[in-house]
């Protein structure tokens, strides 16, 4: 059974940094591909972004409103993907979940529990 | 970017109902469309990808259809576990876009 677990939400000041970690078990991490998307309180999904794997070139790939601001990033040894959050704003708050995403049917096939970052001063 | 469009955006429908939602995207994504579920406070779960491919798993009461800009998601016979949100996502370029969401709701 394919388990992901989201860590490191919170409260953090605008202009602050936060990084989300998420845990992979019962899925070959090595050869997923893996994406963030959030969900603000009482709104609807938004895609963050995706990152490929290793073997598949690892790029990255980000919706605009955080390009330059976020980073991810997996360490493949420790089966877990991270979101670095930079500059962070009022409107970044929101669940975060991680979900793998199948790079041949481009679906997100599995998804964490979910983590709560609040932006707020 | 491209909009996916999802109407109506709430229903009210009763237990053995079929419930149609429809979704449309601002320009042509051949089959590249997903649907998922999301109940309150639980994760997104998908649906339908390819626009008609039901993920293993989901009960067969569930079914897309569509291509180009326009699809539907279809419950055939509507059942208590299935009154939730459902979601449209496309695939076809970046961004990944989804649609705005439909609650579906006990009548």
């Known amino acids: 059974e394919v388990r992901l677990v989201e860590s490191g939400g919170g409260l953090v000041k605008p202009g602050g940094s936060l990084r989300l970690s998420c845990a992979a078990s019962g899925v070959t991490f090595s050869n997923a591909w893996m994406s963030w998307v959030r969900q603000a309180p009482g709104e609807g999904l938004e895609w963050v972004g995706r990152i490929k794997s290793k073997n598949d070139g690892g790029t990255t790939e980000y919706a605009a409103p955080v390009k330059g601001r976020f980073t991810i990033s997996r360490d493949d040894s420790k089966n877990t993907l991270y979101l670095q959050m930079n500059s962070l704003k009022t409107e970044d708050t929101a669940v975060y979940y991680c979900?793998?995403?199948?790079?041949?049917?481009?679906?997100?096939?599995?998804w964490g529990q979910g983590t709560l970052v609040t932006v707020s001063s | 970017d491209i909009q996916m469009t999802q109407s109506p955006s709430s229903l009210s429908a009763s237990v053995g109902d079929r419930v149609t939602i429809t979704c449309r995207a601002s320009q042509s994504i051949s089959s590249s469309l997903n649907w998922y579920q999301q109940k309150p406070g639980k994760a997104p779960k998908v649906l339908i990808y390819?626009?008609?491919s039901l993920q293993s798993g989901v009960p067969s009461r569930f079914s897309g259809s569509g291509s180009g800009t326009d699809f539907t998601l279809t419950i055939s016979s509507l059942q208590p576990e299935d009154f939730a949100t459902y979601y449209c996502?496309?695939?076809?370029?970046?961004?990944?876009?989804f649609g705005g969401g439909t609650k579906v709701e006990i009548k």
């Open positions: 996502q496309q695939c076809n370029s970046f961004p990944l876009t």
């Open positions: 979900a793998t995403y199948s790079g041949t049917y481009c679906f997100f096939g599995q």
């Open positions: 390819a626009a008609s």
